[in-house]
């Protein structure tokens, strides 16, 4: 994996790939970042599945349930419908969150299910792993692997950004 620095927290370019399933092609796509903080500082951020007042953009987040089959309904500006994210399974121990968007999907996927993984690498600083695997819905495979991508990036950014106001 090929990787660059930028700013404080080290960036690293997508791992992609692609199997063919029925008529649609099925996506896996992680992207991870090195974090200057250490992993339990990290995991106490990402792990709270109901509270993502760090990520900008949203009118609203409700919260129905705790644990896994808890669901957050993020209502994004404008006339959209919420998206409906399912926490499935959360390991504190090994660190490790699933989740999965039964309704609302804002890109062109379907059967999407995400993870997202932090791992220690020394006291101060962990790496944090942010993947999914879905079938891309009238768009290339390609272009829903960009996708993917970009949100996880994007995702990673604010939870660096949060990290460090912390």
């Not at 930028?6 to 992680?30: C, H, K, Y």
């Not at 409906?84 to 299910?113: A, C, F, Q, W």
Request: charged letters at 30%; aromatic letters at 6%; a negative charge.
């Amino acid at each position: 994996m090929i990787s660059r620095r930028r700013g404080r927290a080290r960036v690293s370019i997508p791992r992609f790939s692609t199997t063919l399933q029925g008529e649609n092609t099925v996506i896996d796509v992680t992207v991870q970042r090195e974090l200057p903080v250490s992993a339990d500082k990290a995991w106490a951020l990402i792990s709270d599945f109901g509270d993502i007042s760090w990520a900008p953009g949203m009118d609203k987040v409700e919260v129905t349930g705790e644990g896994p089959g808890m669901i957050r309904a993020i209502h994004m500006p404008g006339d959209t419908p919420p998206i409906e994210e399912r926490l499935e399974s959360l390991d504190h121990d090994n660190r490790v969150m699933e989740y999965t968007i039964p309704k609302g999907m804002p890109m062109p996927l379907t059967g999407y299910r995400a993870t997202a993984k932090v791992v220690p690498l020394d006291d101060d600083s962990c790496r944090v792993d942010w993947s999914c695997r879905a079938q891309e819905v009238g768009v290339s495979p390609q272009e829903a692997e960009a996708m993917a991508a970009g949100v996880y990036n994007q995702l990673l950014d604010w939870i660096a950004e949060e990290l460090d106001r912390r």
